[in-house]
């Protein structure tokens, strides 16, 4: 197995299956210190910078937070507005890294460009961890789904996925990544507008991913032991901002979830995974049922960004 000290979190495209282990085991290992609220001094003498040009809650103050029960220094900016790549300048990816890279010893980066983080990492002599880049990938958060998954559930293997969304997302592209890992059925839910791209199909089937496309949730949320969500109703990706408009369309039902679908239709132990925000395709009455685990995906947010960060710095192997 490659080491992970130094190395580029850019993709799940290339992760190994034992890779998927070893970052879950790290996980596992520093979860106390994020469950006790405790701060630990592994990463004392390094900083962490992140470059956030799209807006973000969890994803950015998780990362930050893995840093700091890590004992790490974080510095670093959440609207590229206000920074020389938003402004008149619109500074190069290339020239900001360039400069970022001696301020920090690891550069988390959300962007709105697809390949953005890749291209940072070019140019980078510090690890780039990709926070999200427009509708391309999303790993940290597809390993803190996974990691939930297996510690919700005690395995990966074996399970029947429900992937209810818009196909186009980073978030889907990942977890079907991720997938060809691991022995595991999906079943894909979306409007037809937001369905599985063929090139994106082509390299599913190359990498022997199962996965069969459903026309709604009603239909087969018998099989699901894992219902992985995101809204239909959504912003583009691919601006930086986009502001809520005044009037938007609802989630149609056939891509919506409910408990009284989940207490009809559901699994009695299937589990409802969502990485948030989510407008109106999960109900918040299933908040208060034994399926959400989307709360404790977000606590598991901290744990695997402190894993990767302690990884690529080199403090675990």
């Known amino acids: 197995m490659r080491s992970f000290a130094g190395r580029d979190i850019l993709s799940l495209k290339d992760f190994e299956r034992a890779e998927y282990f070893r970052v879950f085991d790290v996980a596992d290992e520093l979860l106390p210190f994020a469950r006790d609220r405790k701060n630990t001094d592994l990463l004392a003498e390094k900083t962490l910078l992140t470059a956030f040009y799209q807006p973000s809650t969890r994803t950015r103050l998780a990362t930050e937070a893995a840093m700091h029960r890590l004992g790490g220094h974080v510095l670093g900016f959440s609207d590229a507005k206000m920074t020389r790549a938003g402004d008149f300048y619109q500074e190069s990816i290339k020239d900001t890294v360039h400069m970022l890279e001696y301020y920090g010893d690891v550069i988390a980066m959300r962007h709105f460009q697809q390949g ?31 990691y939930t998954t297996l510690n919700e559930v005690g395995s990966i293997d074996g399970l029947t996925f429900l992937l209810v969304g818009d196909m186009r997302m980073r978030t889907m592209h990942s977890i079907l990544y991720a997938f060809s890992q691991f022995d595991v059925k999906a079943y894909v839910v979306s409007p037809p507008e937001m369905s599985l791209l063929p090139e994106f199909k082509a390299e599913l089937d190359e990498r022997n991913v199962q996965y069969e496309e459903a026309p709604s949730v009603e239909d087969v949320i018998d099989r699901a032991d894992v219902i992985y969500m995101e809204p239909v109703v959504q912003p583009d990706y691919t601006v930086s901002r986009q502001e809520k408009a005044e009037s938007y369309g609802l989630t149609d039902p056939a891509y919506q979830v409910t408990r009284e679908l989940l207490r009809d239709k559901g699994r009695s132990d299937a589990i409802v995974l969502h990485s948030l925000p989510r407008m109106d395709e999960l109900s918040t009455d299933v908040d208060d049922t034994r399926h959400a685990r989307y709360w404790i995906e977000a606590f598991n947010g901290v744990v695997m960004r402190m894993a990767l960060l302690s990884l690529v710095l080199g403090a675990m192997e």
């Not at 510090?126 to 390993?143: A, K, Y």
């Open 116 to 146: 953005a983080p890749h291209e940072a990492a070019l140019w980078s002599s510090v690890p780039i961890i990709n926070c999200g880049d427009g509708w391309g990938e999303h790993p940290t958060q597809v390993l803190t789904d996974l």
